[in-house]
């Protein structure tokens, strides 16, 4: 592309979902996907400046709803292959940057299509077995997100380039430059989301950086298709490399080096505030060269708050879908409600009715709505909180409250009342599908938005339900700092690119909003040039002319 012009990116529109219905061509060829998936064992490796290397240090991605099965194998990146990769993107950066920004955007746009077409049922496929998703969970994440992302990003990117001084002083002309960051990105990806494992390395790189991705071990074979697909869109060698590996060991080695300029994160909030720990006392040392971009989405501890004017059926349904679907395993998944008494007898019993209907099972099952948990890890501690509950005083188990690790790491969705407005998984992430109810009296509506806003360190999501406009303007002024995505009558979880930029504060991270030119922000340094056309004629100002 040349640089003497300047294209418009292609207006971006939200991807349309599809239903998976009975007889339908998508449903055969996704069913058809998981088989083949099932029947294989993909060996991944790291790759480094466009090598795939295998390091001989071999784990596995095992099928969390059947965990007797190996989905894949990875060879983890050991310091030698951190190191190479490091050199090997400060190698690329030069040339990436200089692309011009429409052959960059090409890429994702390519890869946007690609996702769509090509690798579109191998990554939903890769989703469900190895991240227990069901089908609808996947088709919104793999498919719908990720490509929305790598669609709107670069309409983003093209309006953060246009954004320049309004004025110039006569003779002169003033512009700014977008540059890429002085050193390369980490990005450490989750579990839960393949959306967020393609957008937290290819929105640094659209703008120009060169990315050091680590993907989560339990979501290697998703990522690996999105980054063969980076690659079949071409991605030039070394731009974003593909490091699976100790989160510990890539820390050390990635972090603490000179040419560390950025972290796009999602995760815990405990490893986060480790990295931002370890950042800070690198920059004391004088390690850097300038002030990493540290990004960050970490925990939440998200809220339904249903004011007695509220529609009861309309609340139970959206109650039910955030807290359950995929396990309760999404950041921004309802895990504490608030109820008012006069309501509760009649949505307790709404509650344990529908919890009856929802089908546990394999996530390439179609009929289910929940599957298994990510790992033992979380098994375990999903079930100590539930055992809490079982014996705390402080605590009734409404509905659920089983678990079962024989085939796979399944908990049943379950729902506790807390007699006491801070009990223990009234405030502390679970990450798992557990919600926690608190009954208040109607007439302490206001005193208990206080509780509901000070009972979390976390502001990701929340929502209000009400058809009293009055207790929706109160409620929204209360929760003001609670929620970084804040709902009025709608579920707490499924923000969608181009709509509700995502994110939070507090303790759920640095509110950077995926989804929005904001975060793209993130990744550049601006550099402001100022261009004189006419010479000066005289040094002196006109004030200094003496009086006659």
């Known amino acids: ?23 339908s061509v998508q449903r055969k060829l996704l069913k058809e996907a998981c088989l083949k998936l099932r029947s294989e064992t993909p060996d991944i490796p790291c790759v480094v400046n466009g090598k795939e290397i295998r390091s001989g240090d071999v784990q596995k991605q095992l099928i969390c709803s059947d965990h007797s099965k190996v989905l894949c194998t990875f060879h983890q990146a050991n310091k030698e292959i951190l190191e190479s990769a490091i050199t090997g993107s400060m190698a690329a950066k030069a040339k990436w940057e200089e692309l011009p920004f429409e052959d960059r955007a090409a890429i994702f746009l390519k890869t946007a ?60 002309w003033n512009r700014v430059e977008y540059r890429a960051l002085e050193g390369y990105v980490v990005a450490i990806s989750p579990f839960n989301f393949t959306a967020i494992g393609a957008n937290l390395p290819s929105s640094p790189a659209l703008m120009g950086n060169v990315v050091l991705w680590k993907p989560a071990s339990t979501a290697i074979l998703s990522n690996w298709v999105v980054f063969k697909a980076f690659r079949d869109a071409g991605l030039p060698d070394g731009v974003i490399q593909f490091l699976p590996g100790s989160g510990r060991l890539v820390g050390d080695v990635l972090i603490n080096h000179r040419d560390f300029a950025g972290l ?105 709505f929940v599957s298994a948990v990510i790992d033992k890890n979380s098994f375990n501690n999903i079930s100590s909180y539930i055992e809490h509950a079982k014996s705390s005083q402080d605590a009734e188990i409404i509905v659920g409250g089983n678990c079962d690790a024989s085939k796979g790491w399944f908990v049943e969705p379950t ?101 929005s030119s904001l975060n793209l922000l993130r ?9 004189s056309f006419l010479p000066l004629t005289c040094w002196k100002y006109p004030y200094m002319e003496e009086e006659k």
């Open 415 to 515: 729902i506790i009342q807390a007699k006491v407005p801070h009990y223990k998984s009234m405030e502390e992430e679970i990450f798992g599908p557990v919600l926690t109810v608190y009954v208040y009296d109607d007439d302490k509506f206001e005193e208990t938005l206080k509780i509901c806003d000070e009972t979390s360190p976390y502001s990701l999501t929340g929502s209000i339900f009400a058809k009293d406009r009055y207790a929706v303007d109160t409620a929204s002024k209360a929760l003001r700092q609670a929620s970084g995505n804040f709902y009025i009558n709608d579920k707490c979880t499924g923000a969608v690119v181009g709509q509700q930029p995502f994110g939070g504060a507090r303790a759920s991270g640095t509110n950077d909003k995926a989804g």
């Open 113 to 172: 299509d690609l996702l769509n077409t090509k690798y579109r049922y191998e990554v939903l496929a890769a989703t469900m077995l190895g991240q227990g998703k069901t089908v609808w969970q996947a088709e919104i994440d793999a498919a719908a997100e990720t490509i929305d992302f790598l669609r709107f990003n670069p309409k983003y990117a093209q309006e953060i380039y246009e954004q320049q001084p309004p004025a110039n002083s006569p003779g002169c």
């Open 1 to 23: 592309m040349s640089n003497f012009s300047r294209s418009n990116i292609p207006t971006p529109i939200n991807q349309v979902l599809y239903n998976y219905e009975v007889g």
């Open 264 to 368: 796009h994160f999602t995760g815990s909030t405990g490893v986060f505030n480790g990295i931002y720990q370890k950042t800070a006392a690198n920059l004391s040392a004088g390690l850097y060269k300038g002030y990493p971009r540290i990004v960050g989405e970490t925990g939440g501890k998200d809220f339904h708050f249903l004011h007695s004017s509220g529609d009861v059926d309309h609340f139970v349904y959206n109650t039910m879908r955030a807290s359950f679907e995929y396990q309760g395993q999404k950041c921004s998944a309802c895990s504490r409600a608030y109820i008012p008494k006069s309501l509760w007898p009649e949505i307790k019993e709404k509650f344990i009715s529908i919890q009856k209907q929802m089908k546990m099972g394999q996530s390439d099952d179609f009929s289910v």
């Open 523 to 531: 990744w550049v340094s601006a550099r402001t040039i100022k261009e």
